[in-house]
């Protein structure tokens, strides 16, 4: 990465005043205490005085000394001036003299201010190694943070190249111990078949990195079975049988985002480790989202199933109404002769059936076995007939499941899997 990431303007503001502070800021870092304006006072003349105060305000505002102390806006000087009683204007000539030395030692010694020297720098340098290790916060970022603790821990900033140079580094040390990880993790045969997946094939116009990384678009029943094919083939990387536990999730994650959003030439150029360790870490993560899109682009197939066969079984339902109801008043004529013969206490139901034409009733009873249904009955014999499509796929589904609850078990046993990932 470049060693210089900050811009012209962020530099000229780095430990400087870039405004006036408010009146909580004021108060914040230039409210003089008894002590303050002892040691203030206790300096030789009002010039040095004030200088002195301004100083304390500006390290405690700043975290740094101002290499020309009066560049500090007019409202500082007359805010300090007021609570020692001096003229704002008595601070000309201060920045020309040499007690604004002895001031900032007598600061730093009197306040606890340390400065940036090597035990300061290596301190800094081991906690940015492991933000960095950790997370891939932005270089402006990281600077940030870093200028923070520092401050927190009243150690006098360093220059701006100092820190500039010591952030770019550290990410760099920890980029490099990333990308030499991953590229360590396939065998020779498998990191071979990785370095492939850039290539562009002859009279192609897509490399294989390019269709692994496109999600599924076809809900259909054939889609299904493209999902599923996209998914054993990244899966055949053998990615699931890698040791990636020492990577953390988010690097991980980003290095699978660049994969999947720059193009396979983009990823073909990158240097040393970074192209393979790019691969290793698509090829560890995306059999997960694959399954995932694969499981999503089913559901989403017998959705469709499911609401055209509910919508197919009403419309068929509605076509033979007029039959079955034809079948309802035949029956309901042939019962209510049956229940008033057997109400006449004189009555032979047996004769009566005789000499009743039983044809169209018996035809009416075939016709409500055929039509009837149960209550939420129907579905089942519908969506089976449309079951045949799909049903291929479903071994396929059931093993790319069984996979993946494998690795959520074995996850449970207190490894990390880089499969199981948030997107």
């Known amino acids: 990465m470049p060693t210089n990431f900050l811009s012209d303007d962020q530099r000229r503001r780095f430990g400087r005043f870039t405004e006036d502070p408010d009146e909580g800021q004021l108060a914040g870092s230039f409210l003089l205490d008894q002590t303050a304006r002892r040691r203030a006072m206790a300096a030789r003349s009002g010039r040095n005085r004030i200088g002195w105060a301004v100083q304390l305000g ?24 007021e609570q020692l009683g001096l003229d704002p204007g008595e601070l000309d000539g201060y920045g020309a003299g040499e007690a604004r030395w002895d001031h900032q030692e007598q600061i730093r010694t009197e306040y606890g201010y340390t400065k940036f020297e090597f035990d300061q720098w290596f301190a800094l340098a081991r906690w940015m190694y492991q933000r960095a290790w950790i997370g891939n916060e932005r270089p402006t970022l990281l600077f940030d943070l870093a200028t923070k603790r520092l401050v927190d821990k009243k150690v006098v900033l360093p220059g701006v190249t100092v820190l500039e140079r010591l952030v770019s580094g550290t990410r760099e040390r920890a980029e490099k111990r990333l990308w030499a990880t991953l590229a360590a993790a396939p065998t020779p045969e498998q990191a071979a078949r990785l370095q492939q997946l850039v290539v562009v094939p002859a009279g192609k116009r897509l490399s294989e990195l390019d269709q692994l990384r496109r999600s599924p678009r076809d809900i259909s029943a054939s889609g299904v079975g493209k999902a599923l094919e996209r998914y054993e083939s990244l899966r055949a990387f053998g990615g699931h049988a890698w040791n990636l536990d020492a990577i953390p999730p988010g690097r991980l994650q980003a290095l699978v985002r660049f994969a999947k959003a720059a193009r396979a030439q983009a990823v073909s150029d990158l240097a040393g480790d970074r ?74 139901v047996r004769a009566m059936l005789d000499a009743m034409d039983v044809g169209p009733v018996h035809a009416a009873a075939d016709t409500v076995k055929v039509l009837a249904q149960q209550p939420d009955d129907g579905a089942e014999q519908m969506l089976a007939a449309r079951y045949v499509t799909i049903a291929r796929f479903l071994p396929a589904l059931l093993k790319t499941f069984t996979f993946e609850v494998m690795g959520i078990f074995e996850n ?12």
């Open 58 to 81: 500006t390290i405690r505002y700043l975290g740094t000394f101002l290499e020309n102390p009066e560049a500090v806006p007019a409202v500082v000087v007359a805010y300090v001036a």
């Open 275 to 348: 192209r393979l360790a790019t691969l290793v870490a698509f090829a560890a993560v995306m059999p997960q989202l694959a399954a995932d899109e694969a499981i999503e682009v089913f559901d989403l197939v017998m959705g469709d199933i499911i609401r055209s066969s509910a919508t197919k079984m009403t419309k068929q339902r509605l076509r033979t109404l007029k039959d079955l109801d034809a079948a309802a008043i035949e029956l309901r004529k042939a019962w209510l002769a049956v229940c008033s013969t057997a109400a006449d206490p004189d009555g032979d």
């Open 412 to 423: 449970g046993r207190g490894r990390s899997s880089p499969h199981l990932l948030g997107p």
